[in-house]
């Protein structure tokens, strides 16, 4: 399944079937990502002041922003409008 984004903020899945070469080529991608991984305690005070007006998982994206001084790009306008 492929889920395809358009400019319409509208969704729309395609079926489709990968071939056995596509799927090995969709690993290789995968594993050459460059992943920074970042523990939930060094996030979890930020995360925790802001419990009141995001979820957790909402909060994180924030507290991740703002712990690397990146500005959050998203359409939820909860998490648009919170620093932490």
Request: proline content about 4%; glycine content about 4%; charged content about 20%.
């Amino acid at each position: 399944m492929i889920l395809l984004l358009g400019p319409s903020s509208a969704a729309r899945i395609v079926e489709a079937s990968p071939t056995t070469r596509d799927l090995g080529q969709a690993h290789i991608d995968l594993l050459d990502l460059a992943i920074d991984y970042w523990p939930c305690d060094v996030l979890a005070d930020c995360i925790w002041e802001l419990r009141e007006n995001l979820s957790s998982y909402d909060g994180a994206y924030v507290a991740l922003a703002e712990n690397l001084n990146a500005t959050l790009v998203t359409l939820d306008r909860a998490s648009a409008v919170y620093r932490a």
